[in-house]
């Protein structure tokens, strides 16, 4: 799937500097633009393709000028003094290559935590210098956009990429990424929000039609950006690749540039993702500003249009002029000399500090933190070899990451290594063995290879070890990534899973021994029938490079939990009021071909959001129905008290007010949740809905923090769609202060007057 290289940069840097031509950075854009030949401004909305690129990049970008192995670059016009920008992966760390040919440096990056986990930390603080940690790497590795946060909703637990995006609820989403924005461009880089917007399944993600009521796409799916475009002005955004009600997103004018700019006021620029879309002219008449990698077939589109009028200059130029804004902004504009040398230590602590923080304890019967243990036996493949992150785009060239066998054992433990040797013979035979059976499939670089088989040990070694050590620590792992969903499959534990956890804790208990169970999974899965077998189960997401140092601090008690969950995990999978519309179970050469064709899921080319904005708890919390863990759950080592509630609503902010007191007996923080319920009105509501949310800082045993939480006045409204108009209902609004979305501690009251917001009548169902 090689593109054709417009001009080679080469070349164009050899075409005659003529002096009098306007230069970017010294005269106006204006007149830059004004100097501009057509052909050149069709040229520069688009990307400079995928030639030169390694074999593994027909799809996911990577290109080899500049700063190897990042996904794209802008087009260069020397003779005005434009240069070519660089884009670069995101959102876990930067993703460049890390080594390069003739070349003894290395580039690796630092994986930080997967987005689940970092929207886990309920603390945007923690978010925000992450990003600033991040996007030091951006600069000093010479790329000047960094294509993240992503903060597509969790509509469903199977979406591959559910790890890169942070929520079910669109608060925590558009808070984390804010947070995440804000963190990142302090280092005068750009980020990419994407993907704008509904790209909530991989299965046929580059031809799938959303359908989604105007409601449900305000309220839930757009909210986020929303939240993110106003609160962190970033500089770009990313359209997404699905289609809206009918219209690929990056032709959609009502989209890209009604909502987003005329609605929420965004100034900067929208690129398409990665040959998004199908019509080069529409997405520049849509106010899509930049077409990546960019493509022969693009440039002819835009030409054309213009020879037949469906695309005036005009409109050409406004895309134009944003993107000389952004090049003109950018590090290599400004004539950086980067360093190549970012501060990895640094920020090895970085991210393994921020893991402690999006854990999320999910059963403790006194088992943790540990106490008293020197001998630890470790079970599942996955301890030996733990996940730092996911698959495809959101993948980082790290230099190493720490298994859970080596977070222990840095941590002083003895640990029995006796099966390290076969464990990691036994992962790396199957999983060639699972590469053997790609062929020449061009996406075989980027499946998530599956988990390895369980090993069992004999009944012999199980009471030998736990004669022989103090407490068992079994990990269960999950991949996933770009391209592909998850299957049934991958949610449930298998039965080798299954048997190991049975035999491991029946011969450890037997000895009167603990068992704790860790989660290295970077979406949700079936706890609900095994949960009660441990006797502790810790959710460590996919934790970043120093996954098994995190794992351990957490294990020992340095920090205690305070991550809490950021999506409901159901009972069971088909609980999910998305699971009526959602691919389950579809094969990947559904997403190949575009076709529909031996597959058993449901249509694939049409995805009909039937539950509107019944997503998550607000689905669950209608229908009052069991799940294993709420949205917003989390356990900890010491207990917080809630008291003193007070709101108030001044027409414009809504100020809620708590004590948070530790009542336990180790110091901790507490992630603090407000939720309202409105009055009855006109329109349907949900049971709750979170509005704002806050962290306490490190409380000491006996402590407390009064927390302010405040939201605009305005956020109380729900989409009319027969008016157009967000809609605030005059009356008594219950503002509710949970430990979680099931675990309300405290409730207070407050007036709301009547008020209407008209929105322009679009994105409308077909
Ligand atoms: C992904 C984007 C990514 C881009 C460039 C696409 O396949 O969907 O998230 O930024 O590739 O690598």
């Keep these: 799937m090689k593109r054709l290289l417009l001009i080679p940069a080469a070349l164009l840097s050899l075409i005659a500097c003529n002096n009098a031509d306007p230069q970017l950075g010294k005269a106006s854009i204006d007149q830059v633009l004004k100097a501009m030949t057509l052909e050149e401004k069709a040229h520069f909305v688009i ?10 990049s027909a799809v996911v970008g990577a290109t080899q000028d500049i700063v190897p192995g990042a996904a794209g670059t802008t087009y260069p016009i020397p003779r005005l003094g434009i240069p070519s920008i660089v884009l670069a992966d995101g959102p876990a760390g930067l993703r460049i290559n890390p080594t390069r040919p003739d070349d003894p440096n290395t580039y690796y990056c630092t994986h930080f935590p997967i987005g689940t986990l970092l929207s886990s930390t309920w603390n945007q603080e923690l978010v925000e210098s992450v990003g600033t940690a991040m996007g030091e790497e951006v600069h000093e590795y010479g790329a000047d956009v960094y ?37 990142v461009q302090k280092n005068d880089v750009g980020t990419s929000v994407k993907h704008f917007a509904y790209n909530n399944q991989e299965t046929n993600r580059t031809g799938n039609n959303a359908v989604i009521s105007p409601r449900a796409q305000r309220e839930i799916y757009l909210k986020g950006f929303e939240i993110t475009v106003k609160e962190a002005d970033p500089w770009t955004i990313m359209s997404s690749y699905n289609k809206i009600n009918g219209t690929y997103t990056s032709q959609s004018k009502d989209l890209i540039t009604t909502v987003l700019r005329d609605e929420w006021g965004f100034k900067g620029l929208v690129m398409t993702d990665w040959f998004g879309g199908d019509n080069g002219a529409e997405q520049m008449a849509a106010g899509n500003d930049m077409l990546q990698p960019g493509t022969a077939l693009q440039y002819e589109q835009i030409m054309n249009a213009i020879q037949d009028g469906s695309l005036t200059e005009a409109q050409l130029d406004i895309c134009v002029k944003r993107c000389l804004e952004l090049v003109a902004r950018s590090p290599k504009a400004k004539g950086y000399a980067y360093s190549n040398k970012p501060d990895l230590k640094a920020h090895a602590t970085v991210t393994r500090q921020s893991a402690l923080e999006g854990m999320v304890l999910l059963e403790n019967k006194g088992v943790l933190p540990l106490k008293d243990v020197k001998n630890v036996a470790v079970f599942g493949c996955t301890s030996y070899d733990f996940i730092a992150g996911g698959t495809g785009s959101g993948n980082v060239n790290r230099a190493y990451t720490v298994s859970l066998l080596d977070g222990l054992k840095n941590a002083g433990f003895q640990v029995d290594e006796s099966k390290k040797d076969a464990v990691l013979k036994h992962i790396a035979d199957e999983e060639a063995a699972f590469k053997a059976t790609l062929g020449d499939n061009s996406l075989a670089a ?48 298998n039965a080798g899973e299954r048997k190991l956890l049975e035999s491991v804790t029946k011969a450890f208990h037997a000895a009167g021994k603990k068992v704790v169970v860790v989660l290295n999974i970077g979406g949700v899965i079936e706890t609900a029938s095994w949960k009660n077998i441990p006797d502790a189960v810790l959710l460590a997401w996919q934790a970043g490079q120093e996954g ?26 088909m609980d999910a009021a998305s699971s009526r519309n959602f691919p389950i179970d579809a094969t990947n050469e559904v997403y190949f071909m575009n076709r529909r064709e031996n597959t058993n899921e449901k249509d694939v080319d049409v995805t009909k959001y039937e539950e509107g904005i019944y997503v998550g708890y607000r689905w669950f919390d209608k229908q009052n129905m069991a ?42 923080k507490e992630a603090v949740q407000l939720y309202v319920s409105a009055p009855a009105g006109t329109l349907d509501k949900p049971v709750k809905e979170l509005k704002a949310y806050g962290k306490t800082a490190r409380l000491a045993p006996g402590e407390s923090q009064m927390l302010t939480l405040s939201f605009p006045t305005s956020e109380l409204a729900s989409f009319d769609e027969s008016k157009s108009a967000w809609v605030v209902d005059e009356g008594t609004y219950t503002f509710l202060f949970g430990a979680s979305s099931r675990d309300i501690r ?21």
């Design 446 to 493: 980027f499946y998530p290879v599956p988990r390895p088989s369980e090993l069992q040990p004999t009944a012999a070694e199980l009471t030998a070890s736990a004669r022989a050590n103090d407490v068992a620590i079994i990990t269960f792992g999950r991949n996933s990534g770009e391209f592909f969903d998850r299957t049934s499959a991958d949610f449930h534990l």
């Design 147 to 183: 294509l993240a946060p992503a903060l597509n909703i969790h509509r469903h637990p199977l979406n591959g990429r559910n790890f890169e995006y942070y929520s079910e609820d669109p608060v925590v989403a558009g808070k984390t990424a804010a947070a995440y924005v804000r963190g």
């Design 548 to 573: 098994g140092n995190s794992v351990t601090d957490i294990l020992t008690g340095v920090e205690s939990p305070s991550g809490k969950l950021p999506m409901t995990f159901p009972v069971n999978l």
């Design 746 to 766: 405290c409730t207070a009251t407050a007036q709301a007057a009547a008020s209407e917001l008209p929105a322009h009548r679009v994105l409308l169902m077909q």
């Design 47 to 56: 990307g400079m393709g995928m030639a030169g690129s390694d074999g593994n």
């Design 627 to 668: 799940v294993s863990y709420p949205f917003g759950f989390g356990l900890s080592y010491t207990s917080f008290e809630y008291s003193e509630p007070t709101v108030a609503n001044d027409g414009k902010t809504v100020t809620a007010t708590i004590r948070v007191k530790n009542t336990g007996s180790v110091a901790g």
